[in-house]
């Protein structure tokens, strides 16, 4: 067996158990002479990647500098779908390799000469594992690339059983949410309806829609709020003291609800997974004000902040609240902003409503 078919186990594993892919990738290192070796997603909505260990640094500053965007590589081995392993004169002329800052960039780096693979999984992405040659140590040989080749197919077979794994844990997390009756959708990397339980499928098109850029939400003041989530989540800008508990105005056709932005959040997983996020569905009914322990679950309130919250649910004003829970006023009014930022109400009254689970005007 050669150096690259004794690879063909471990990337199996990997495929099962993404956390392996670092190792995956430092083992080919080892056996091709590499400095790093990296997969990732090319996808415009996304930028998950992993590396072997000594190239985090460098594929780090690649995504976050935006070299990933401009990169050649990846674009001319998508667009001549080859199927094997590539090197650089594959896909670009001298002239150009000379020419692209993107070059440019690796050569500073340590990186300078790739040789890679790009498979479709049925997401819709290309993923792409590619190992990076130190330039002073000169191109991948047309030899060494076709040595490559004997682990191209094991690449490809883990990549589409890893995207699969991913999609079924998502479909299985909207059917566990389905069993507590609780209605449930998964959105895509591009923030589109993936999937749904069928307690979720009632409200579309009434409420949620799959528009042509993202899900939608027929209710404006939600759809607005959700727009902003997801554009958090998209740059990786979670913050679990920000709103992704979206309150919905009640009408007659149904009672006020709450949905939950729940993100999927992984390591390597993240690579293969098209999913972003989940969407959670609470429907309120229209009874008296919640308990602080259910307005800090639904809203992710602190517990101060849920026990003014649930005094104005009541109708207490603000110096009734300072005195009954022997505080200061000020320190009402910091509780009741954060309420307000975490409800996406903007006055006392409108929270005392969406709380009271009666329909806004």
């Not at 554009?231 to 992704?244: C, N, P, Y």
């Amino acid at each position: 067996m050669g150096r690259f078919e004794a690879l063909t186990d471990q990337i199996y594993e990997a495929a099962i158990v993404p956390e392996l892919w670092p190792n995956v990738l430092q083992s080919f290192c080892r056996a091709s002479s590499s400095f790093g070796g990296a997969l990732f997603a090319t996808n415009p909505h996304f930028s998950g990647w992993v590396s072997s260990p000594q190239m985090v640094d460098l594929v780090q500053a690649f995504f976050e500098q935006g070299w990933a965007e401009k990169n050649l590589r990846t674009a001319r081995a998508v667009q001549r779908g080859l199927f094997g392993f590539v090197s650089d004169h594959d896909l670009l002329s001298p002239a150009e390799m000379e020419t692209d800052p993107t070059y440019r960039f690796l050569r500073e780096n340590g990186g300078g000469w790739c040789a890679g693979i790009v498979t479709p999984v049925p997401s819709g992405d290309n993923i792409v594992f590619s190992w990076e040659r130190p330039y002073v140590d000169g191109p991948f040989s047309r030899e060494e690339i076709e040595s490559f080749n004997a682990v191209a197919g094991p690449l490809r077979r883990a990549a589409l059983v890893a995207a699969r794994l991913g999609l079924e844990k998502a479909r299985a997390a909207a059917e566990t949410l389905r069993a507590l009756g609780l209605p449930a959708a998964v959105l895509s990397r591009s923030h589109k309806i993936l999937l749904t339980n069928d307690l979720f499928e009632r409200f579309m098109p009434s409420l949620f829609q799959d528009g042509a850029q993202r899900c939608l939400m027929t209710d404006q003041r939600a759809d607005a709020l959700l727009k902003a989530v997801l554009e958090r989540l998209k740059a990786r800008h979670w913050d679990s003291g920000v709103l992704h508990s979206l309150p919905v105005t009640g009408r007659l056709d149904r009672p006020p609800m709450v949905v939950h932005v729940v993100p999927i959040l992984r390591a390597a997983q993240d690579v293969f997974s098209s999913a972003a996020c989940l969407l959670v569905v609470t429907e309120l009914s229209r009874n008296a004000a919640p308990e602080a322990t259910i307005l800090r679950g639904l809203f992710d309130l602190t517990p101060a902040e849920a026990r003014v919250a649930q005094a104005v649910a009541e109708g207490m004003a603000p110096v009734e609240i300072a005195a009954e829970q022997d505080v200061s006023i000020g320190t009402v009014r910091t509780h009741l902003k954060s309420a307000f930022a975490k409800t996406g109400t903007t006055r006392q009254a409108e929270l005392a409503v969406l709380l009271s689970r009666t329909r806004l005007p």
